[in-house]
């Protein structure tokens, strides 16, 4: 790529101060920067242009000027969106500690994913760049000490997470019960690749940790009855979904899915994707296509983790959804917004589509 250095697989780095960088990687990234001196708004509006328009979600910040760039940033991100946006904005996040800001760049290098991602180090100071390059080398000769035989990569080996609460990629795998912990988990969590918890308690049955807003996530969902607990997955019986554009005057798309006894009933209204003709109609699913809607709610979007309702104040206009899931035996769960959506709208965006669209 064009202005930058490789520095290993999935990490590049380039002075900030270079110029027009060509960023077509084809897959996702991340930037990392260290912004101690630039702060010409001209110029990082046009960085932050460039960025956007390349499909960056990720922006994470160290130095001086830290603030401004995360501000331009996020207002940058609102006016290419087109606010009231039917996705959730960007992440941004700044470090007072260059210690921290180095932490999360080798967690965002070192934590494998199923997905291609690159992370970008620009830099407008070469002196804090390279401290930061040292702070890397000293974590990667951590990373592969060897305790028992086993290398940290090889005891570590997990996904990369969306927090649900920030939308945040830097997450954990919380580890808990260990009667003694190990030079190795200590490395590990000393990095954040992994967060050590207390012995699991059903209170706090998090499986996840988010680095950057420093909450847990990822419990199980759960209905607890006198002595009995039920997994809320299976004590699921409805599910409703409407979502409202104050400036189209349009029928609202709205779906209603209703347990049965071999799987579902679907009542879904909206607009046809190829005729954009109104339509309404019923159908029924199998169990199997029931559950897996159900599991992948709870499990893959971590609706347990939602929060309540979600609201942009500075919109006047634009769009609001509700969501409705009705259970068995404990009290139906709402989640609402208005101008504003949960880091994972848009893969539940994806779950609903094939049950809407006709």
């Known amino acids: 790529m064009s202005g930058y250095k490789k520095l290993r697989n999935n990490l590049y780095s380039a002075d900030l101060l270079y110029g027009k960088f060509d960023l077509k990687c084809g897959h996702t990234f991340s930037c990392y920067f260290i912004v101690q001196h630039t702060d010409d708004l001209e110029f990082i509006e046009k960085q932050a242009l460039q960025l956007l328009l390349a499909g960056c979600q990720s922006f994470i910040f160290f130095g001086a000027k830290a603030s401004a760039w995360r501000q331009t940033i996020a207002w940058k991100d609102r006016v290419l969106r087109s606010i009231p946006a039917s996705e959730p904005a960007v992440f941004t996040s700044e470090y007072a500690e260059l210690d921290a800001f180095s932490a999360a760049l080798f967690r965002d290098i070192s934590i494998r994913s199923f997905i291609p991602h690159d992370v970008y180090l620009l830099y407008d100071d070469e002196t804090i760049y390279e401290e930061v390059i040292k702070h890397l080398e000293i974590f990667q000769d951590s990373l592969f000490r060897r305790t028992d035989g086993k290398s940290l990569e090889e005891l570590i080996r997990v996904p990369r997470v969306k927090c649900p609460r ?36 059903q209170k706090d049955a998090a499986k996840r940790y988010c680095n950057s807003c420093r909450k847990k996530f990822g419990a199980p969902a ?120 949960p880091p994972y709208w848009n893969e539940f965006q994806q779950l609903l589509e094939p049950f809407i669209i006709p």
Not at 180 to 194: C, Q
Not at 271 to 281: C, I, M, S
């Open 166 to 201: 920030c939308g945040s990629m830097d997450t954990a795998r919380i580890i808990r019960g260990w009667s003694s912990v190990d030079n190795t988990l200590r490395e590990a969590a000393d990095t954040g690749i992994i967060h050590l918890g207390v012995r699991r308690e």
């Open 222 to 341: 759960q209905i607890i009855i006198g002595q009995t607990v039920i997994a809320a997955v299976n004590d699921v019986i409805g599910i409703e979904y409407s979502r409202v554009a104050f400036t189209l005057l349009q029928l609202p798309p709205k779906i209603t899915i209703i347990k049965s006894e071999h799987g579902a009933v679907v009542k879904a209204r909206g607009w046809g994707k190829t005729d954009n003709l109104p339509f309404e109609r019923e159908y029924t699913i199998a169990k199997r296509r029931w559950d897996s809607l159900v599991t992948a709610l709870f499990d893959d979007l971590y609706l347990n983790d939602w929060e309540p309702h979600y609201e942009d104040p500075d919109v006047c206009d634009g769009e609001a959804w509700h969501l409705k899931v009705q259970f068995s035996k404990q009290k139906e769960r709402e989640y609402s917004g208005l101008n504003q959506f």
